[in-house]
């Protein structure tokens, strides 16, 4: 089956350090991969995609992944984190609909 | 551009009682997905619909659960009888292309929150 795992449920980092927020795939034939944040209470907004062609994706916000075939990995990734990235970040692979990971909270402390 | 909307935003519903959500993709969009996302919890696939069509239905449960999406109007998620577990946030999504192309992102509306007490 196509899927994701998000290994970490929460991730914490200051504010002005850089942040990852893991994600591998388990995907048969070329996946497609996406990032999504979602805010208290919102829905969820689209950060970024991998679909073919450079490794490293640039996004929204500042953010970007890097495709990483051997490790099967698509991690989340911004140089500089700010207070206002806190919030739940979901990495998804799309089989038709999208099948998404279990959600990792971000918390930036100042 | 308006993107997904849908209402009610904020849905309470007594045990056994019917429940519809109202989902009006982005224009342009004909493609909309359903999805539940339970407290504590991802986000789980119910149902994928074309304009008058279920392309993929596989994660909605067998009972009491039904969507359609008319040719004019509102994709509508319906659920008979409602039950405490069904208490849940309710996300529609939309994109402009045929999902098994892979590279469309979703678009996804705010949410409903449905409480059943």
């Known amino acids: 089956a196509q899927s994701v795992a998000q290994p970490e449920d929460q991730v914490n980092v200051a504010e002005g350090n850089p942040l990852t927020v893991k994600c591998t795939y388990s995907v048969s034939g070329n996946p497609y991969l996406f990032w999504y944040v979602q805010y208290p209470n919102r829905g969820l907004q689209f950060l970024l995609k991998?679909?073919?062609?450079?490794?490293l994706v640039k996004g929204s916000y500042g953010f970007e992944a890097e495709f990483n075939k051997s490790q099967t990995s698509f991690h989340l990734k911004k140089p500089s984190a700010l207070v206002s990235d806190s919030a739940l970040y979901f990495c998804?692979?799309?089989?038709?609909?999208?099948?998404f990971g279990k959600g990792t909270s971000l918390l930036v402390t100042p | 551009n308006a993107g997904v909307m849908q209402n009610p935003r904020h849905l309470v519903r007594r045990r056994g009682q019917e429940a519809r959500l109202r989902c009006s993709p982005m224009?342009?969009?004909?493609?909309v997905y359903w999805y539940r996302q339970l407290p504590e919890e991802g986000l789980k696939f119910m149902v994928y619909l074309q304009k008058e069509n279920i392309i993929d239905e596989s994660g909605m449960p067998k009972e009491r659960f039904s969507a359609e999406f008319p040719k004019e109007g509102p994709s509508i998620l319906r659920i008979q009888q409602v039950v405490r577990g069904d208490s849940a946030a309710y996300f529609c999504?939309?994109?402009?292309?045929?999902?098994?192309?892979?590279?469309?992102?979703?678009?996804f509306g705010p949410g409903t929150r449905l409480t059943v007490t």
């Open positions: 224009k342009g969009h004909s493609h």
């Open positions: 991998y679909i073919t062609g450079d490794n």
């Open positions: 998804a692979v799309n089989v038709g609909a999208l099948n």
């Open positions: 999504a939309s994109s402009p292309g045929l999902a098994g192309d892979g590279g469309y992102e979703q678009y």
